[in-house]
C-alpha cells in the first residue's frame, strides 16, 4: 500500500497509523531528531508526504487482492470547489459520463506550480496515464458491465464542503466512510432523493449516522449566490472537457451531462 499521510493520525486513521512500523518505508515525513518519531503535522517539505507498507499490515487484508463481481462501483473525487454532494447514486448514463471526465483537483502544496486556487484535473477513467486504448473502449465496457451485473454506481466527493478550497472544510473522513457503509450495506435503496440542480445526479435526503446538512452542499456555504456561481464555474469546465468525447458516446451520455439551466 502506498498512503498520504499528512496530518495523519490514530483517532482519523488507524489501519494506516499502526501500519507504520518496523518495514514501512516513509518519504517526504519529517523526524524528530531526538526521539525518531514522525511528525505527520509538519509539512514544510511538502503536503505531499507518504508511507509505503506491507498490504499484510492491514488487517482483514484480501492478500488474493481477487474478488466476485461488484455490487457497487465507487468513483472518487476530491472536489476543491465544495460543489459536488459528498455522495449521489448515478445513471448508467452518468456512470459513463464521470468515468469518460475522471473530474478530480489539483492543489497548491501537492505539486508544483500551482496557484493558491485549485485546478480541476479531467483524467479519462480516473488514470488516463495508465489506459493504452482510447477511453470509449472502456467506457462501453463499463456500461455493458453494469447492464450484466446490475450494479450501483455512486460518484463520493471527498473533497471540501461548507464553501471551495481556502474556505470551507475537507469533507469529514468519518462521514465519508458511513456514507460508503450505507451504500455497500443497502441502506440507501430503502431512503428518498432528489436530483442536484447543477449536475443531475440523484443526491440521497438523509443516510442515518450522517448529518443531513452536509448532505446538500449549497446549504453549508454562507453564500448562495457564491456556491451558485461556483457550481456553474465546474458546470461549465465539465463540458468544455467534454467535448472531445463527443463523437464517441449516444445522446443518452451526452444527455447526462451537468447543466446549469435545471437550476435557473
Known sequence: CYAKCVKLTEATEPEIFRAIRFGAV????????????????????????????????????????????????????????????????????????????????????????????????????FG???????????????????????????????????????????????????LLRAALNGMLVRTSYRIDPYFGVSVPQSVPGVETTILDPAGTWTSKDDYASAARRLVDMFRANFVKFEPFVDDTVLGAQPNFLRAA
Open 26 to 125: 516513509l518519504e517526504n515525513v519529517i523526524l524528530d531528531p531526538v526521539t525518531r518519531k514522525p511528525d505527520f503535522a509538519d509539512t514544510r517539505l511538502t503536503e505531499n508526504t507518504r508511507v509505503a507498507y506491507p498490504v499484510d499490515y492491514i488487517e482483514n487484508a484480501l492478500l488474493s487482492g481477487v474478488g466476485g463481481h461488484p455490487r457497487n462501483v465507487m468513483f472518487l473525487t476530491a472536489d476543491a470547489f465544495g460543489v459536488l454532494p459528498p455522495i449521489a447514486k448515478l445513471t448508467p448514463e452518468q456512470a459513463m459520463y464521470h468515468f469518460f471526465s475522471g473530474y478530480t483537483a489539483k492543489l497548491a502544496g501537492t505539486e508544483a506550480g500551482l496557484g493558491s486556487d485549485p485546478v480541476p484535473d479531467f483524467s479519462a477513467c
Open 128 to 178: 488516463a496515464p495508465f489506459m493504452p486504448r482510447h477511453p470509449s473502449e472502456y467506457g462501453n465496457l463499463l456500461r455493458e458491465l453494469i447492464a450484466a451485473h446490475r450494479v450501483d454506481c455512486w460518484l463520493v466527493n471527498t473533497g471540501w464542503t461548507g464553501g471551495m478550497y481556502g474556505v470551507g472544510q475537507r469533507m469529514p473522513i468519518h462521514v465519508t466512510r458511513q
